[in-house]
């Protein structure tokens, strides 16, 4: 996947078996499709958006760890990866939020994760000696504020930007020192081998 400064990945994968924290989610993060109304209404009314746009993110849901799991391969495999999951360490009857983000980071490494929870099921310490200690892991306690999950979306997904950003410079530095190295290497050869030649 190559970074577009002008189409940013801003893909959310939001893993909750609660309809009513799904609905929290869209509400939040996906404001533009709620009010699709409003906005169309103040746009005839006033001629023009009468504040800054939202930023709005493309969500998708799962319902359960397993499911999480299958919707990321399934989005690296189509090479359009989500950026960010927000997941929920309970979901019963099937893996916890733990397991999944564990499974999930090594279907996507670069796919960051936001674990959600309302209880203190697992500490700190047990969490990292599961998923490591990485940059990419973040946890937000319920009941969350909508401006925390805001903050966490916005912050996440950049991150996501600049780490493709600089995956790809760092390709294309290393190409350019590949060619680099492959022309000294010739201008090398030659040198040796004009002297000898002449002989």
């Given at each position: ?150 903050q966490m979306a916005l ?45």
């Amino acid at each position: 996947m190559n970074y577009d400064a002008s189409n940013p990945n801003r893909r959310i994968l939001i893993v909750d078996d609660s309809p009513t924290i799904q609905h929290d989610y869209k509400s939040i993060l996906a404001p533009e499709s709620a009010f699709a109304g409003l906005a169309a209404a103040e746009l005839e009314l006033f001629g023009e958006p009468r504040g800054p746009a939202e930023l709005s993110y493309e969500l998708e849901i799962a319902q359960q760890g397993e499911e999480a799991v299958e919707k990321v391969f399934a989005s690296v495999q189509e090479g359009r990866p989500y950026s960010l999951a927000f997941v929920d360490v309970r979901m019963p009857p099937g893996i916890d939020g733990i397991e999944a983000t564990e499974k999930m980071f090594k279907v996507d490494t670069r796919l960051h994760v936001v674990l959600c929870t309302a209880y203190s099921d697992h500490s700190w310490k047990t969490i990292i000696n599961r998923l490591g200690q990485t940059d990419r892991l973040l946890i937000l306690k319920k009941p969350f504020d909508a401006i925390e999950v805001r903050q966490m979306a916005l912050a996440l997904t950049t991150k996501w930007q600049h780490q493709l950003l600089d995956e790809q410079k760092r390709d294309e530095m290393q190409e350019w020192l590949n060619e680099l190295t492959e022309m000294v290497g010739s201008a090398k050869g030659q040198t040796v081998a004009t002297p000898a030649q002449a002989k």
